[in-house]
């Protein structure tokens, strides 16, 4: 079965730094793809980055400049660099993997940001 469990949330001022780290396991082959979800209340769950297994990167407009998503293929890891916070980054992060081979999509649990002074 596979299982995506994030880490790094936590509560931080506006214009200071988080990373999160996404751990995958039990996947039957790679994962094609990997990336970062939000979702701040009320609003609907929104692409913030991915990257594919030739390091291909999307940002949303909004964190351009600001994060740097990475990936340790082996380990199928994915990690968020997110910089200079804003009060607007506050939401639940997910961690996102996905299979070209057979569709599949897989979502962790989420990992809180809050970005408040």
């Keep these: 079965q596979v299982r995506l469990v994030e880490s790094g949330g936590g509560l931080?001022?506006?214009?200071?730094?988080l990373?999160?780290?996404?751990?995958?396991?039990g996947t039957i082959?790679?994962?094609?793809?990997?990336?970062?979800y939000r979702q701040a209340p009320g609003t609907q769950?929104?692409?913030?980055a991915s990257i594919?297994?030739?390091?291909?990167?999307?940002?949303?407009?909004s964190v351009k400049g600001r994060f740097t998503i990475s990936r340790d293929n082996g380990a199928?890891?994915?990690?968020?660099?997110?910089?200079?916070l804003k009060p607007e980054?506050?939401?639940?992060?997910?961690?996102n993997a996905w299979r070209i081979w057979d569709g599949s999509t897989f979502w962790g649990q989420g990992t809180e940001v809050t970005v408040s002074s």
Excluded: H, K
């Design 12 to 17: 931080v001022q506006p214009g200071e730094s």
């Design 19 to 25: 990373r999160l780290s996404c751990a995958g396991s």
């Design 29 to 36: 082959g790679r994962f094609d793809g990997m990336g970062w």
């Design 45 to 48: 769950r929104e692409l913030v």
């Design 52 to 61: 594919t297994g030739d390091s291909i990167t999307y940002y949303a407009d």
């Design 76 to 84: 199928y890891r994915v990690y968020l660099q997110m910089n200079s």
């Design 89 to 95: 980054d506050t939401a639940v992060y997910y961690c």
